[in-house]
């Protein structure tokens, strides 16, 4: 037979030879509460014949001591009670810690791709052209052949009565890796930008490894008259 407290629903085998069909009272021994409980009802036999019996006089319930009712009517393992796992919440000031930390480490996140993107834009608009005018746009120039001129100067000279044009500089490998030199194009414009020559050459030496520097030297002979801007840069295709 099977007892269910209706207060808090906790189950117990007993015996129910032990209880009469008018009940007894019984205590829940994990909530305290006391209620009637009817003893078990045999089912009726199909086969037997009925008789109708005067009504009798109703029995008074039988209440035990509550320690005596434990003790016989639930057995000690129906007594042990379930152990109960504390769960310490963590305090506030951990959770509050845990944000910040989490603020903290995206913002600095935030900053290392910033940089990363501002100090490799060369390699990055190498690899995705698309994002070259993003960094014009923002006034970071793009160097995306990895190549790069530095104290690039020019020079009149005037050599057995004739002006000659001194071009001189230095090529440098920016990037991570070795780079073939390409053309160098030089160009001269007057002082409305309008290219009035321009010529070739090629640098003396045909690769770069990274960080490494070659000098060149160009000359061109009689130079156009109304020189007032100088253009240095590699030669595109066609060039």
């Known amino acids: 037979m099977i007892l269910?407290?209706?207060?808090?629903?906790?189950?117990?085998?007993?015996?129910?030879?032990?209880?009469?069909?008018?009940?007894?009272?019984?205590?829940?021994?994990?909530c305290g509460n006391v209620w009637h409980q009817l003893g078990p009802v045999e089912e009726p036999d199909p086969d037997a014949e009925i008789e109708v019996h005067e009504p009798a006089e109703p029995q008074r319930p039988v209440t035990d001591s509550p320690a005596a009712l434990r003790a016989?009517?639930?057995?000690?393992?129906?007594?042990?009670?379930?152990?109960?796992?504390?769960?310490?919440?963590?305090?506030p000031w951990l959770g509050r810690a845990a944000?910040?930390?989490?603020?903290?480490?995206?913002?600095?996140?935030?900053?290392?791709?910033?940089?990363?993107?501002?100090?490799?834009?060369?390699?990055?608009?190498t690899w995705l052209p698309q994002t070259s005018s993003l960094y014009n746009a923002a006034g970071l120039p793009v160097n995306r052949r990895g190549m790069d001129f530095s104290d690039v100067k020019y020079e009149r000279q005037v050599e057995d009565g004739q002006v000659v044009l001194a071009v001189t500089g230095i090529i440098v490998n920016r990037s991570s890796h070795e780079l073939p030199v390409p053309l160098v194009r030089?160009?001269?414009?007057?002082?409305?930008?309008?290219?009035?020559?321009?010529?070739?050459?090629t640098p003396t030496l045909a690769t770069l490894k990274p960080g490494q520097a070659c000098n060149f030297r160009t000359r061109l002979s009689s130079p156009p008259a109304g020189i007032h801007d100088m253009e240095v840069r590699f030669a595109g295709a066609g060039e």
């Open 72 to 91: 016989a009517t639930f057995p000690p393992s129906a007594m042990a009670q379930p152990a109960q796992q504390v769960i310490e919440e963590p305090a």
């Open 4 to 30: 269910t407290c209706p207060q808090c629903a906790t189950r117990y085998q007993v015996d129910g030879a032990k209880f009469p069909a008018a009940g007894r009272n019984v205590r829940c021994a994990k």
């Open 186 to 201: 030089v160009g001269l414009y007057d002082g409305d930008k309008h290219e009035l020559y321009h010529w070739t050459f």
């Open 99 to 125: 944000v910040a930390g989490g603020w903290v480490l995206l913002v600095v996140l935030i900053l290392v791709i910033g940089w990363a993107a501002i100090a490799m834009r060369d390699s990055i608009a």
